[in-house]
């Protein structure tokens, strides 16, 4: 997750069913949508790869997703990236916070096809077109939610690279667990807004804010 944005920083046609078969119960069904909620750490900064317009540079370090279908996490290292790309692929939706800008971008030397091919909606692309500034994801977890994030992604950073010079597994193991709890915050904060059509922030000044939203699920579905 991109730590440093300060504080405010895609129907087909059905076919009609016979007036004579409509009492029989043939409405057409519909599956479960495969919604993936993603998010990565990186194993590079902005000051190592020189600067923010070379993210492409620095490097997965975890990524992780959640599946609305199977109710669990999927934590992936960099030598899984083939493995998260596909998975990626197979959702109806991706939800993230800077997911395009930010973490596609890192994913996209890893990846034979275009990330922006998929299904995705980016939640500070959509409070950035109506406020016209950007919000950090723990800014609207914490006042919509109650929540936040278990660290920041400079502290990320410098776990990565203990884990470099040491080998010690725990400080990935804590690069895990951090991701994990933004995934955790990017669908809960989603799902708030799909559910209650709104976001709660506060104001340059300090004051209380509503966002109005309309994050309906069935939007985003193609």
Same mark, same amino acid.
């Given at each position: 997750?991109?730590?440093?944005?300060?504080?405010?920083?895609?129907?087909?046609?059905?076919?009609?069913?016979?007036?004579?078969?409509?009492?029989?119960?043939?409405?057409?069904?519909?599956?479960?949508?495969?919604?993936?909620?993603?998010?990565?750490?990186?194993?590079?900064?902005?000051?190592?790869?020189?600067?923010?317009?070379?993210?492409?540079?620095?490097?997965?370090?975890?990524?992780?997703?959640?599946?609305?279908?199977?109710?669990? *996490?999927?934590?992936?290292? #960099? /030598?899984? !990236? @083939? %493995? &998260?790309?596909?998975?990626?692929?197979?959702?109806?939706?991706?939800?993230?916070?800077?997911?395009?800008?930010?973490?596609?971008?890192?994913?996209?030397?890893?990846?034979?096809?275009?990330?922006?091919?998929?299904?995705?909606?980016?939640?500070?692309?959509?409070?950035?077109?109506?406020?016209?500034?950007?919000?950090?994801?723990?800014?609207?977890?914490? *006042?919509?939610?109650?929540? #936040? /994030?278990? !660290? @920041? %992604? &400079?502290?990320?950073?410098?776990?990565?690279?203990?884990?470099?010079?040491?080998?010690?597994?725990?400080?990935?193991?804590?690069?895990?667990?951090?991701?994990?709890?933004?995934?955790?915050?990017?669908?809960?904060?989603?799902?708030?807004?799909?559910?209650?059509?709104?976001?709660?922030?506060?104001?340059?000044?300090?004051?209380?804010?509503?966002?109005?939203?309309?994050?309906?699920? #069935?939007?985003?579905?193609?």
């Amino acid at each position: 997750m991109n730590e440093q944005l300060g504080l405010f920083g895609n129907l087909e046609e059905e076919t009609p069913v016979p007036e004579a078969k409509k009492d029989v119960g043939l409405e057409k069904k519909t599956e479960p949508r495969r919604i993936l909620y993603f998010d990565l750490e990186t194993q590079k900064g902005s000051m190592d790869v020189g600067g923010w317009s070379n993210i492409h540079l620095m490097k997965m370090a975890v990524g992780v997703v959640w599946d609305s279908l199977d109710k669990e *996490y999927s934590i992936y290292l #960099e /030598k899984d !990236a @083939d %493995g &998260l790309l596909k998975q990626l692929r197979s959702a109806d939706l991706v939800v993230g916070f800077n997911v395009i800008g930010f973490d596609y971008t890192v994913m996209q030397p890893y990846s034979k096809f275009d990330l922006l091919e998929i299904n995705t909606f980016d939640m500070i692309l959509d409070v950035k077109k109506k406020l016209g500034f950007r919000l950090a994801l723990n800014h609207l977890a914490q *006042y919509t939610l109650g929540s #936040e /994030k278990s !660290a @920041d %992604g &400079l502290v990320s950073l410098e776990w990565y690279k203990e884990f470099e010079r040491s080998g010690d597994q725990s400080f990935m193991e804590k690069i895990i667990h951090y991701c994990e709890k933004d995934v955790e915050i990017t669908r809960d904060l989603f799902l708030f807004g799909a559910k209650n059509g709104y976001v709660n922030y506060k104001t340059r000044s300090g004051a209380d804010a509503v966002l109005n939203v309309d994050w309906k699920i #069935e939007n985003f579905l193609p």
